[in-house]
């Protein structure tokens, strides 16, 4: 965004948020999936748009069309071409809504930063070792930072509880807070004896 945010804003482009990609794909799952399709029978199954919307960023953020998947791949070979047409809907609904999606982000800054010129001099980047980018984020990462990147490496925290540590497994956000507020009612754990630590306030704090 520090790179291409202006450009965007001079377009009239916006950002696309989670809550509105979520909000798009139910609609484009409307359009596309037609009566009898094999998504468009699960439609009342919770949380199948986040999982829509999840598989479809994976795709695009790995740069695989979704064309290209071979329909044999699948459990049932109707799913490819549903997905298909699925983001089909949402590609033209993101253009006529002026939205860029985090991707298309990425694309942008990375073809300003192959040009040169791209700025931030005199910053240093830090990069935790344990840091998984893609092949389009390393190389923005190279071309920005070049010499003035400094690999962190990353302590691993020794908790005195992590013997009655859980991985409670959840699709979505909401469904992950869920399970923790359940878990602190079942185990009878007043509310003010509760810390709970979240990875991104703007999307934990106000569910």
Do not use: C, W
Not at 36 to 45: C, I
Not at 150 to 160: E, P
Not at 165 to 181: D, Q
Not at 183 to 190: D, H, L, N, W
């Amino acid at each position: 965004l520090g790179l291409v945010g202006p450009e965007l804003a001079k377009e009239g482009i916006r950002l696309l948020s989670r809550a509105q990609a979520l909000a798009l794909v139910e609609e484009a799952s409307n359009e596309a999936l037609a009566s009898g399709s094999y998504f468009h029978d699960l439609r009342m199954r919770p949380g199948l748009h986040r999982a829509l919307l999840m598989t479809l960023s994976e795709l695009e953020h790995a740069r695989v069309p979704i064309d290209r998947l071979p329909p044999e791949a699948f459990e049932d070979r109707r799913k490819a071409a549903e997905l298909s047409s699925v983001r089909r809907s949402l590609n033209a609904s993101l253009e006529r809504n002026f939205f860029a999606t985090p991707d298309d982000v990425l694309a942008r800054a990375l073809a300003r930063a192959r040009k040169g010129g791209a700025g931030f001099q005199g910053v240093r980047f830090l990069r935790p070792e344990d840091l998984e980018l893609s092949a389009a984020e390393e190389e923005l990462v190279s071309h920005l930072a070049g010499a003035r990147l400094t690999r962190l490496a990353v302590d691993v925290a020794d908790f005195a509880f992590a013997s009655r540590t859980r991985i409670l497994p959840a699709t979505g956000e909401e469904n992950e807070v869920r399970a923790l507020l359940r878990r602190i009612v079942a185990t009878g754990i007043p509310f003010d004896h509760v810390e709970i630590s979240s990875s991104e306030a703007a999307t934990y704090d106000p569910l």
